[in-house]
């Protein structure tokens, strides 16, 4: 058998405890540690880079296209303003009263024996209540009865179109004065009237019917 003599055995064992101090090791993982996280914050500069080029374009295009959505948004606001004008407008028309259909409602309800001395009317700002007042002469046989004619003619006609009109004598007298009509002379009395109605459309017969039905079971 072979005798063998390790001279190195000293040196060798130097080494390898060299190779395993635990001091390099740690400096190993240490290095190794330290690359990963230089890797990883790279990595998230990188991103971050990219964020930061994609948020400039986007400031790039909104400050392109701001001063066109604030111009469209001061003109929606104008359109808003006129369309809301033009809305109160529409219900100022439609609500308001006109006195020409009145009036020729009036001019067909005055007979030969009636002349229209003054007339003083007034409609309420929401237009669905209007006051009339009517100073009128009436010349006839009967000049009262003329007057009172008149009168029932004017409610009947005014109840065709508008609804609760009331037609109401505030003043009826004879005059001492005769005027000539027809060659005729002729008793006058002078006559005052209140008329009042609403400018809404009377109510249907039917809706009158319901009405009057509880009225009748009574």
Same mark, same amino acid.
């Given at each position: 058998?072979?005798?063998?003599?390790?001279?190195?055995?000293?040196?060798?064992?130097?080494?390898?405890?060299?190779?395993?101090?635990?001091?390099?090791?740690?400096?190993?993982?240490?290095?190794?540690?330290?690359?990963?996280?230089?890797?990883?914050?790279?990595?998230?500069?990188?991103?971050?880079?990219?964020?930061?080029?994609?948020?400039?374009?986007?400031?790039?295009?909104?400050?392109?296209?701001?001063?066109?959505?604030?111009?469209?948004?001061?003109?929606?606001?104008?359109?808003?303003?006129?369309?809301?004008?033009?809305?109160?407008?529409?219900?100022?028309?439609?609500?308001?009263?006109?006195?020409?259909?009145?009036?020729?409602?009036?001019?067909?309800?005055?007979?030969?024996?009636?002349?229209?001395?003054?007339?003083?009317?007034?409609?309420?700002?929401?237009?669905?209540? /209007?006051?009339?007042?009517?100073?009128?002469?009436?010349?006839?046989?009967?000049?009262?009865?003329?007057?009172?004619?008149?009168?029932?003619?004017?409610?009947?006609?005014?109840?065709?179109?508008?609804?609760?009109?009331? =037609?109401?004598?505030?003043?009826?007298?004879?005059?001492?004065? /005769?005027?000539?009509?027809?060659? /005729?002379?002729?008793?006058?009395?002078?006559? /005052?009237?209140?008329?009042?109605?609403?400018?809404?459309?009377?109510?249907?017969?039917?809706?009158? =019917?319901?009405?009057?039905?509880?009225?009748?079971?009574?």
């Amino acid at each position: 058998m072979a005798l063998q003599l390790n001279l190195l055995h000293e040196e060798i064992t130097e080494q390898r405890q060299r190779q395993r101090d635990p001091l390099k090791l740690g400096i190993y993982a240490l290095v190794a540690f330290g690359t990963l996280l230089f890797l990883w914050y790279g990595w998230n500069a990188y991103q971050t880079i990219q964020t930061r080029n994609q948020l400039r374009e986007v400031e790039a295009e909104w400050n392109k296209v701001e001063p066109k959505v604030t111009a469209a948004q001061k003109r929606a606001t104008e359109l808003r303003k006129i369309i809301d004008s033009t809305k109160l407008l529409d219900g100022i028309i439609d609500n308001r009263f006109y006195w020409a259909p009145f009036l020729a409602q009036l001019a067909g309800c005055v007979s030969p024996e009636i002349q229209i001395i003054s007339l003083d009317g007034n409609a309420a700002s929401d237009g669905n209540s /209007v006051t009339v007042g009517l100073e009128g002469l009436s010349a006839a046989t009967e000049p009262r009865a003329a007057a009172e004619q008149f009168r029932q003619t004017l409610t009947e006609e005014l109840g065709k179109k508008y609804r609760n009109a009331k =037609v109401e004598f505030r003043n009826l007298e004879d005059l001492d004065t /005769v005027v000539n009509l027809a060659g /005729v002379p002729t008793s006058t009395a002078r006559f /005052v009237v209140n008329v009042s109605f609403e400018t809404k459309a009377p109510a249907p017969d039917s809706e009158k =019917v319901t009405a009057t039905q509880p009225e009748a079971q009574k």
